[in-house]
T-cell receptor, first 117, second 116 residues
Framework: GAVVSQHPSWVICKSGTSVKIECRSL??????MFWYRQFPKQSLMLMAT?????????EQGVEKDKFLINHASLTLSTLTVTSAHPEDSSFYIC?????????????FGNGTRLTVT | GDSVTQMEGPVTLSEEAFLTINCTYTATGYPSLFWYVQYPGEGLQLLLK?????DKGSNKGFEATYRKETTSFHLEKGSVQVSDSAVYFCALTNGVWSGNTGKLIFGQGTTLQVKP
């Protein structure tokens, strides 16, 4: 099957520090990865679309300077929350689509619980 | 824009009861439709999908039929188990084409609680 690994699964950081979250496709190549944010008991909100070898596409209202996305290879995308504040505390989930399979479903990581104190 | 609407939860059922979670959508073109399930503290797992009108997706006893005339994709299961307790998300994608990234658009999620 298609496995997406997300690391770390949880992280606690102090206000003002930066946190990097990794999303890896373990057994397939992914030209496109998506980063979602989920608040408690709410749906998933798309933050940005990560494209291998090019700049990420951010959804309206998402600060690109705060949520830095890098997709350096076909199997790895990273999300860095810069100068984190308590309001950034959330559940972040990445997903990936197998390269060349445009109509296939997305495969999701297990999410990262970020708590900013 | 494209959107997905699900019935509000939580839905509380007794074990072996029949389950229906309603999902309707608004989309241009011919979207693909999905149901994802999220267990506590975990990411999302694909439950089933349908890519064209009248397709029926099925998995683990769950079924959903793509109804273009009613723009619906209701999730059903004949006999739920305690282990089915989770949050269920209906989602759509309009595929990958020029100007469209194939992103998933989610409904708000429906929490299912199954009691023994």
């Amino acid at each position: 099957g298609a496995v997406v690994s997300q690391h770390p699964s949880w992280v606690i950081c102090k206000s003002g520090t930066s946190v990097k979250i990794e999303c890896r496709s373990l057994d397939f190549q992914a030209t496109t990865m998506f980063w979602y944010r989920q608040f408690p008991k709410q749906s998933l909100m798309l933050m940005a679309t990560s494209n291998e070898g090019s700049k990420a596409t951010y959804e309206q209202g998402v600060e690109k300077d705060k949520f830095l996305i890098n997709h350096a290879s076909l199997t790895l995308s990273t999300l860095t929350v810069t100068s984190a504040h308590p309001e950034d505390s959330s559940f972040y989930i990445c997903s990936a689509r197998r390269a060349g399979a445009d109509n296939s479903p997305l495969h999701f990581g297990n999410g990262t619980r970020l708590t900013v104190t | 824009g494209d959107s997905v609407t699900q019935m509000e939860g939580p839905v509380t059922l007794s074990e072996e009861a029949f389950l229906t979670i309603n999902c309707t959508y608004t989309a241009t073109g011919y979207p693909s439709l999905f149901w994802y399930v999220q267990y506590p503290g975990e990411g999302l797992q694909l439950l089933l999908k349908a890519t064209k009108a009248d397709d029926k997706g099925s998995n683990k006893g769950f079924e959903a039929t793509y109804r273009k005339e009613t723009t619906s994709f209701h999730l059903e299961k004949g006999s739920v188990q305690v282990s089915d307790s989770a949050v269920y998300f209906c989602a759509l994608t309009n595929g990958v084409w020029s100007g469209n990234t194939g992103k998933l658009i989610f409904g708000q999620g429906t929490t299912l609680q199954v009691k023994p």
